[in-house]
């Protein structure tokens, strides 16, 4: 007896309608609110740019902060992360809803003693689940969790995106600062040579003061070339922040806006609202409803199917078939699994309460360092400012009095290079001011974006 059988299924799934999906740009309508309070150094150079470009434009802040937005590679990893737990949500609605399936099928046999037997049927079948522990439920909430804490990460991102834009923009200035204050050196120093050679041609000055006149010389010259190399790396680093090495400009325009410190911080306050802390809360709580899930494997489902359709054996089936059942599954003995499963997820949940707290405390002293270290940059801007304005004052002075011969070079020469060194001074301390601000912006979770 010679048998053959053929069998053609079809299923066709319907994915259940997205539940209440809306997505949202978190920075989309996040605006920068510059302090209108700006800091251009008083007694030092302050052209916004060395050499820059022919076939190249400078860039305002507006500009950076518009394409930072556009471009940067972090924030838009943190969008797309935001956009992904929206989908978990509507993936976890997605259990509550029934699934739906289509089925057709085409049996054909033979046998030597019998004529054929073909079998068409078409059904269509239903399946919805009407308990399962409560897990749904806990599934949904955890998801929901991990959405606030993709949010919370976000804002950390466009906190650490505004300290580095500020950075690296006033690096910039900086350094091209630095490459138009070595010029002013340079000549300075170019001068002083030549008074010092004039008087050594003259008898009144030895060799050796005419030696140390040209090493500082040569020393403002590599200076320079340190500047301006400085210049040169400082756009690179710039560019990498706004998205795009390959951004061709010739240099920066203006400068980083500034504020002052606040008088009174309440730093738990500030603390409790930081993005890391928020996103600390919103996993020890998907944790807490990761326990509910785990729990559910333990209790019984209830599931209740449908199906309707036909059956014969004509290639359109005429025969009507179909079925209602109402299940119940009771989890009697699964390995240990389940149990083992919920005490480690309990675990879990412990550690990021645990670690919730440790971030906490953390939070509120690096809020007080932060804050700190902005209040002393101010005030050693300040200082630092009121040592050239000294300087300056002592080298005009001193430099009448080596023409008239009423101190040693030894004397000017010390003084010439406490100038040098207060205007550099300077220079590091407007930079380091702003560091310490978008320090201290950051470590609120704050920026340009608010």
């Known amino acids: 007896m010679a048998t053959w059988h053929i069998s053609l299924t079809l299923t066709l799934l319907m994915a259940p309608l997205a539940h209440g999906k809306t997505k949202t740009n978190p920075g989309a309508d996040a605006h920068s609110k510059a302090t209108t309070l700006t800091h251009p150094p008083a007694k030092v150079p302050v052209a916004p740019t060395a050499t820059p470009s022919p076939t190249a434009s400078l860039l305002s802040w507006d500009q950076a902060i518009g394409l930072v937005r556009q471009g940067n590679a972090d924030l838009n990893a943190s969008r797309a992360s935001i956009e992904q737990s929206h989908d978990n949500v509507n993936t976890a609605w997605g259990l509550f809803l029934p699934t739906v399936t289509a089925t057709a099928s085409v049996q054909k046999s033979n046998t030597y003693d019998r004529a054929d037997d073909d079998t068409d049927s078409a059904r269509l079948n239903l399946s919805q689940n009407l308990f399962r522990g409560f897990g749904d439920k806990a599934r949904v909430d955890q998801a929901r969790k991990l959405l606030d804490a993709a949010k919370a990460s976000y804002d950390l991102t466009q906190a650490q995106v505004s300290a580095q834009l500020k950075t690296s923009f006033q690096n910039l200035v900086i350094y091209e600062r630095f490459v138009l204050l070595q010029d002013d050196i340079i000549a300075r120093r170019q001068t002083n040579l030549e008074l010092v050679t004039l008087r050594f041609e003259g008898g ?131 390995g240990g699994r389940a149990y083992y499963g919920m005490r480690a ?101 704050q920026g340009f974006f608010e």
């Open 345 to 445: 997820a309990q675990s879990a949940a412990v550690s990021a309460e645990a670690s919730r707290l440790s971030a906490l405390r953390s939070k509120i002293v690096s809020l007080r360092q932060a804050y700190n270290s902005f209040v002393e940059a101010v005030e050693q801007e300040n200082v630092a400012q009121s040592f050239v304005t000294a300087a300056e004052t002592r080298a005009k002075i001193a430099r009448s009095q080596y023409n008239t011969g009423l101190i040693s070079f030894q004397e000017w020469d010390l003084i010439e290079s406490d100038l040098v060194t207060r205007q550099r001074n300077a220079l590091t301390s407007q930079n380091n001011r702003v560091a310490a601000e978008a320090n201290w912006e950051q470590a609120q979770g």
């Open 204 to 334: 009144r000055e030895n060799k050796g003061n005419v030696l140390l006149s040209q090493a500082n010389l040569n020393q403002a010259r590599l200076d320079r070339l340190v500047a301006a190399n400085s210049v040169e790396a400082a756009r690179l680093s710039l560019a990498r922040v706004l998205g795009d090495e390959s951004f061709k400009f010739g240099g920066v325009a203006g400068v980083v806006p500034v504020g002052v410190p606040p008088l009174k911080v309440d730093f738990e306050g500030l603390a409790s609202q930081a993005p890391e802390l928020r996103q600390a809360l919103a996993n020890a709580q998907a944790a807490e409803e990761n326990v509910r899930v785990a729990r559910s494997s333990l209790l019984p489902s209830l599931d209740l199917t449908a199906s309707a359709g036909r059956f014969g054996n004509q290639f359109l089936p005429q025969n009507d078939q179909g079925a209602v059942a109402l299940g119940l599954t009771i989890p009697l003995f699964q």
